[in-house]
């Protein structure tokens, strides 16, 4: 199968591999951020707020939180780990 594959097609799969690999690194894989994504979309201002600290966002998160938002629960522990590690390293 490889061998059909042109160059733009061949440059799509190495990036998505390089995605899975990043995502792997921190914990996290393609389900976690489909899974933002719709949370994203539901635009639950709980978790949406602009002006919120991560520290503020974690407790929140640690919080109570409504039963229907339980499931995005795990991919959002794991992509505000990621950002604390990120900015963490960045100073």
């Known amino acids: 199968m490889i061998g059909h594959?042109?160059?733009?097609?061949?440059?799509?799969?190495?990036?998505?591999?390089s995605c899975h690999s990043c995502l792997?690194?921190?914990?996290?894989?393609?389900?976690?951020?489909k899974l933002l994504r719709k949370m994203k979309d539901k635009s639950?201002?709980?978790?949406?707020?602009?002006?919120?600290?991560?520290?503020?966002a974690t407790?929140?998160?640690n919080s109570l939180i409504p039963d229907e938002m339980n499931q995005y629960k795990p991919s959002?522990?794991?992509?505000?780990?990621?950002?604390?590690?990120?900015?963490s390293s960045k100073f």
């Open 24 to 33: 792997k690194g921190i914990g996290m894989s393609l389900d976690d951020i």
């Open 44 to 56: 639950n201002i709980k978790f949406h707020c602009n002006d919120q600290s991560l520290e503020e």
């Open 5 to 17: 594959l042109k160059k733009g097609d061949w440059d799509l799969v190495k990036n998505n591999l």
């Open 59 to 61: 407790m929140l998160l």
């Open 76 to 87: 959002l522990q794991k992509a505000l780990k990621a950002i604390d590690k990120w900015r």
